[in-house]
């Protein structure tokens, strides 16, 4: 009787250590989510920015 109760246990205890597994993968990838969203409004901030320094530079080569 005894080996059967330990199974249950493991068993549940193995369920509860997956769970646990699960829930830090679910953050982390959250994490992840936030940091890619923060790094492409950088890089669309960075090409807006060299966008805007390049057409200056055109209008002074044009006035050459």
Same mark, same amino acid.
Do not use: K
């Given at each position: !009787?005894?080996?059967? !109760? +330990? @199974?249950? @246990? !493991?068993g +549940?205890?193995? =369920?509860a250590?997956?769970? $646990? =597994? #699960? $829930?830090?993968? +679910? $953050?982390? #990838?959250?994490? =992840?989510?936030?940091? $890619?969203?923060? &790094? @492409?409004?950088?890089?669309?901030? #960075? @090409?807006?920015d060299?966008?805007?320094a &390049?057409?200056?530079?055109a209008?002074?080569?044009? &006035?050459?």
């Amino acid at each position: !009787m005894f080996w059967p !109760m +330990f @199974a249950v @246990a !493991m068993g +549940f205890l193995g =369920l509860a250590v997956l769970g $646990v =597994l #699960a $829930v830090r993968v +679910f $953050v982390e #990838a959250q994490r =992840l989510g936030r940091q $890619v969203g923060d &790094s @492409a409004r950088r890089i669309n901030q #960075a @090409a807006e920015d060299l966008e805007r320094a &390049s057409t200056g530079v055109a209008r002074a080569v044009d &006035s050459l």
